[in-house]
Antibody, heavy 118, light 109 residues
Framework: QVQLQQWGAGLLKPSQTLSLTCAVY????????WSWIRQPPGKGLEWIGEINHSGSTNYNPSLKSRVAMSVDTSKNQFSLDLISVTAADTAVYYC????????????WGQGTLVTVSS | EIVLTQSPATLSLSPGERATLSCRAS??????LAWYQQKPGQAPRLLIY???NRATGIPARFSGSGSGTDFTLTISSLEPEDFAVYYCQQRSNWPPMYTFGQGTKLEIK
């Protein structure tokens, strides 16, 4: 059964870089796209972007200028960097697995609360 | 870019009642719509994909329908554990991205 385990710094100051990593267990890393999605406290879901095992990416146009995703296939891990964070980036960040046909999010990580505060 | 509008924002019903949640897309995107359930403090859970297919392990009381721009999630007889927030989601080919609706909160009346 697939499991996604994510980690990263939970408290950042404005202008710093948010960095999160997600490890994939029990699943073929090369068979799917892997996503990051965030949810500000009390608000809805926002897709950040996705990456596959070869490093091919798609990003949300609204975040594209600040986002970079990468993969480490030797460890079955993928990562998110979001630069120049502000308080508006405070959210629970989820890593997730995209469905085989690329139309839905099938598996979600446990989520990491990242707070941006001076 | 697709915009998904969910209605109502809040739905107040009692256990045993039927729930009907709506999701309208700003432009037609075939039948590739998904529904998720989210309970407080938990990650969302996939309920329905491709508008009408239940995900693995989802009870039969959950059903989805629709195509084009209008989609519906129906819960035939509400169980106490069904009270949660529900999101719809679509994938667009250009720009390639996923879009979520703003959510419908299903609360106990």
């Amino acid at each position: 059964q697939v499991q996604l385990q994510q980690w990263g710094a939970g408290l950042l100051k404005p202008s710093q870089t948010l960095s999160l990593t997600c490890a994939v267990y029990g699943e073929s890393f090369s068979a799917y796209y892997w996503s990051w999605i965030r949810q500000p406290p009390g608000k809805g879901l926002e897709w950040i972007g996705e990456i596959n095992h070869s490093g091919s990416t798609n990003y949300n146009p609204s975040l594209k200028s600040r986002v970079a995703m990468s993969v480490d296939t030797s460890k079955n891990q993928f990562s998110l960097d979001l630069i120049s964070v502000t308080a508006a980036d405070t959210a629970v960040y989820y890593c997730a697995r995209v469905g085989s046909l690329g139309r839905e999010i099938v598996v979600w990580g446990q989520g990491t609360l990242v707070t941006v505060s001076s | 870019e697709i915009v998904l509008t969910q209605s109502p924002a809040t739905l107040s019903l009692s256990p045993g009642e039927r729930a009907t949640l709506s999701c309208r897309a700003s432009q037609s995107a075939s039948s590739y719509l998904a529904w998720y359930q989210q309970k407080p403090g938990q990650a969302p859970r996939l309920l329905i994909y491709d508008a009408s297919n239940r995900a693995t392990g989802i009870p039969a009381r959950f059903s989805g329908s629709g195509s084009g721009t209008d989609f519906t999630l129906t819960i035939s007889s509400l169980e106490p554990e069904d009270f949660a927030v529900y999101y719809c989601q679509q994938r667009s080919n250009w720009p390639p991205m996923y879009t979520f609706g703003q959510g419908t909160k299903l609360e106990i009346k």
